[in-house]
């Protein structure tokens, strides 16, 4: 069974920064990082929207209302997936959460599954 908690979540200022991680981690065997990693977002009253994704190769996309000021990373040595995020505006206000495809053997076995999500609050 693998797990994934996100962190780093916080009140924030209008124009400031955060860095959301998300770790994976298994109860049985090891794990071979992500094949793929997204992070959503969702306020209140508003649809689910992804901000960011990004492959094992680093290919990488973001929503229109965040390029250039997000950046989605993968560090498989460490089973952790980050969203750097820049000049935060008070729409970003959201529920933050991961998706990921993990690797779980070199035989290609893979895992789903997404975390519990972290919240987001920029003020002004």
């Known amino acids: 069974q693998v797990q994934l908690v996100e962190s780093g979540g916080g009140l924030v200022q209008s124009g400031g920064s955060l860095r959301l991680s998300c770790v994976a981690s298994?109860?049985?065997?090891?794990?071979?990082?992500?094949?793929?990693l997204e992070w959503y977002r969702q306020a209140p009253g508003k649809q689910r929207e992804l901000v960011a994704a990004?492959?094992?190769?680093?290919?990488?996309k973001y929503a229109g209302t965040v390029k250039g000021r997000f950046t989605i990373s993968i560090d498989n040595a460490k089973n952790t997936g980050y969203l750097q995020m820049n000049s935060l505006k008070l729409e970003d206000t959201a529920e933050y959460s991961c998706?990921?495809?993990?690797?779980?053997?070199?035989?290609?076995?893979?895992?789903w599954g997404g975390g519990q999500g972290t919240q987001v609050t920029v003020s002004s």
């Open positions: 998706t990921a495809v993990v690797r779980l053997d070199d035989m290609g076995s893979t895992w």
């Open positions: 298994g109860t049985s065997g090891n794990i071979f990082g992500f094949e793929e």
């Open positions: 990004i492959t094992r190769d680093g290919e990488t």
